[in-house]
């Protein structure tokens, strides 16, 4: 498990200062303020994981509708500090948006009833006489570069923001990405064109079909290998290979790259 804190284990002339013990202390702390094993039952999906990781599973949306089965997010103290970060960055942007005198809401409800979905826009401003959605992330160097040099969000990030603008029947949409390293932001628009609507259509087919299967009962076959990255960071990975096979074939959710 990664740990927040790292330092050198104690040589003997340090006893007197116990470092170690400290940052022990210190990511305790943070693991105290992650979420802990829920078995409640999901009633929608969520627009902000639904592309990612196991939320392109018909069975892990399975087990989530389903409730009474133990989620357990696998989640370390660097991972909880991560999130507490975005959280931060999210709040000190929709103050700068407000100070610009555009925003004209933050954490707008997006509420869909065919397919179930559930989730808060990050940002709503108006621009040039139009309302338009954008969402907030917090990135890594690396990965702003990329997108920079792309002009392209990340897939899943694409796929958060088409939901926003579907349900909320919104024209246009953004990407907001700031790097952690030095708080630069980068801006990515997303516009309606024949992809997206593909994306976003096929998307919402596919999530139709999921609640349609769970509410006949049928638990859909796995569509990841055990040892495949979505399969290890599922809250139900270790309840699904327990269980049985399953008996309807729902392939996972086509991302764009």
């Known amino acids: 498990m990664r740990k927040v804190v790292e330092t050198e284990r104690m040589t003997l002339a340090q006893k007197q200062f116990d470092l170690p013990a400290m940052a022990d202390l210190l990511n305790d702390a943070y693991l105290d303020t992650g979420r802990g ?3 409640r039952a999901k009633k929608s999906f969520a627009p902000s994981s639904i592309g990612y990781g196991s ?11 389903q409730g009474g089965r133990i989620r357990v997010d696998d989640v370390d103290s660097v991972g909880v500090a991560n999130m507490d ?3 931060e960055a999210h709040a000190r942007i929709q103050k700068l948006f407000e100070k610009t005198g555009i925003l004209v809401e933050a954490e707008r409800k997006v509420i869909s009833e065919d397919p179930p979905v559930f989730g808060f826009a990050d940002l709503i401003v108006n621009w040039q006489g139009e309302e338009v959605v954008g969402e907030i992330k917090t990135t890594s160097q690396e990965s702003y570069v990329s997108k920079n040099s792309k002009k392209r969000p990340a897939g899943y990030h694409l796929l958060q923001v088409l939901i926003y603008m579907k ?5 246009k ?3 907001l990405y700031e790097n952690k390293n030095n708080q630069s932001l980068l801006l990515l628009p ?6 997206n609507t593909r994306i976003i259509d096929n998307a919402f087919e596919w999530m139709k079909r999921v609640r349609a299967n769970w509410e006949a ?3 859909p076959k796995r569509p990841f290998t055990q040892k495949s990255i979505p399969c290890k960071s599922c809250p139900f990975s270790k309840l699904c290979w327990e269980d049985e096979e399953g ?3 729902i392939g996972r959710l086509e991302v764009p790259a």
Do not use: H, K, Q
Request: aromatic share 18%; proline share 3%; charged share 15%.
């Open 217 to 219: 009962d049928l638990l």
């Open 85 to 87: 970060y975005g959280t």
């Open 37 to 39: 094993p829920s078995d």
């Open 190 to 195: 997303v516009l309606w064109n024949a992809e």
């Open 167 to 171: 349900v909320l029947g919104l024209n």
């Open 55 to 65: 939320g392109m599973c018909a069975r892990r949306w399975f087990y989530d509708f």
């Open 173 to 175: 949409g953004f990407l």
């Open 247 to 249: 008996v309807i074939t």
